[in-house]
Each structure stands twice: as C-alpha cells, then as structure tokens.
C-alpha cells in the first residue's frame, strides 16, 4: 500500500431493527457523522449477525446483491437497494489473512440488512466496495476474537472493519413502545459490557457467559453479540475509543455503537 495511506479505524454498530433504514434520527446522524470523521476508506469488510455458517466464507463478487432477509415489514424496506461494489480482490487477502483457517470465496451471498441498513446511513452514496465475511456458528466467542486480530492488519491498507449486531439483543423480551425502560438485567450487561470496552479486557468479553443470567438474557443466541468481538480483535492498544450511540430500547435492545481509532473533534470533544 501507498506510504499515504491512512490507517483506518473499527467500528461496531448496534443496528437495532431493520426498519431504521426508512427512518432519520439520532441514531442514524450518529452513523453519519462517523463516517464523516475519518478518512473515506478504500473499502469495508463487513461482519453481520446475519451471516453465520459452518465454516467461514467472504463474498467475493464484483456486485454483491441487496439482501432482504427479514419478514413482515413495510414494501418500502423491500424497495431498498445499497448498490455498492464488491471486491475480490479484497476477498483474497482475507483469504490470506486468516490462513490456516479455510475460507470459501462466496459468490451467492451479498449483502444482508445487518450491513446495508447502516451503511446506507454512514455511506449513502454507496460507492465504496463493501465485502462480507461470515462468521462460524461453530466456533466459540475467543474464536470469533482471533480471527479479529487477524484482520486487524486490513486497517493499515485503507480498510475499514465493521462489526454490526446488538450487545443486547433478546427479541422475545421486547416491549415494543417507545417509552419502554431497560430492563434491569439488559442494562446490567449493556454496563458490563460497556466497562470492559473501556478497561481493554476482551478476554471478560469472550467469557461472557460467567456474567450469568444477564448474559443468558442478554445473548440468548450469540450471533448478534459476536460480531463486536472482530472489532475488539481489531482494537489496538492506542485507539481511542467511542461511545457514539448507547442506550437501550424496547427494553432489551442494546444500540450501543462503540468506534476505535477515530481522533475527537473539537465538536465531539464537547459532546463527550
């Protein structure tokens, strides 16, 4: 890579529900103004919670797909499309990255609204090549970490790593009105969580299951929580970290979006 080019931050973003993508707010400002704060990156590589396989696969089209992999939402959502490109090219040095670890160049995935439904915020013009990786469902969270460190390499070459899912994510438990507090136990984990961010201990976050029932509410399935380990495999020690978004809704929905490596801004400073 060129001697110019920036090392980019991590960021993960608590995506919430797919409709945010129709919606503008707070939330999604927030998402924008990240982006706006750092430098345009050459490309994103992408891990959602809503690619998990067996084995570990990276899309490796030269135009990934829209996906619409969610039920019973307005045509609207349907309508979407993030058009961005893809990039072989970058799919080959993941490939590289993570040997040993076998990984199946994917040419049938895409890109799924755990990834669009945010970057059309952060990055509305779509215009940067976007890859996803998947992650391994058979795997454990120390697992998902390593293979964050990894990749932490990409940064130096104009990638950005994205991890989008929800620290706190149990669906069953959800009171969908508006004015619905947090629960006891989702904002217990959101906190612990949140403290460990700060402390740069992942190796509590990786055991996360000794939190207990908090845990056990919090991350009924770990595919949601997993994502935000790549980007703490990607951490390094002299990042500064953010907290861009955090708070709860619905009662067990944690939005917390968390960037590193990002320098404040004379705005951003104030706000902190």
Request: net charge negative.
């Amino acid at each position: 890579m060129s001697a110019n080019t920036p090392t980019m931050p991590t960021v993960f973003f608590g995506h919430g529900s797919p409709m945010i993508a129709l919606q503008t707010n707070a939330v999604t400002a927030a998402w924008r103004r990240i982006a706006q704060r750092m430098p345009k990156p050459r490309a994103i590589l992408c891990i959602s919670a809503h690619w998990c396989t067996h084995g570990t696969a990276v899309t490796a089209m030269a135009k990934p797909r829209t996906i619409h992999d969610f039920g019973a939402f307005p045509k609207a959502l349907f309508d979407m499309q993030y058009p961005a490109p893809g990039s072989p090219q970058l799919a080959q040095r993941i490939r590289e990255l993570l040997a040993p670890v076998a990984v199946t160049l994917d040419s049938s995935w895409g890109l799924d609204h755990g990834a669009w439904s945010v970057l059309l915020k952060a990055y509305p013009d779509a215009d940067v090549p976007v890859v996803q990786l998947s992650m391994d469902a058979n795997q454990p969270a120390a697992y998902h970490f390593e293979l964050g460190r990894k990749l932490s390499a990409l940064r130096d070459e104009g990638v950005l790593i994205v991890g989008t899912g929800n620290v706190v994510h149990n669906l069953g438990a959800m009171d969908w009105s508006n004015t619905a507090p947090p629960f006891d136990w989702a904002m217990r984990f959101n906190d612990t969580v949140r403290q460990a961010i700060v402390d740069n201990t992942p190796a509590k976050l990786c055991n996360y299951e000794a939190c207990g029932r908090d845990a056990q509410l919090s991350i009924p399935s770990p595919d949601h929580y997993w994502p935000l380990l790549y980007v703490l495999g990607a951490r390094r020690d002299d990042d500064a970290v953010r907290f861009e978004v955090d708070h709860i809704e619905h009662g067990s929905l944690s939005m917390m979006t968390v960037s590193f490596g990002i320098a404040a801004t004379a705005d951003t400073a104030a706000a902190a």
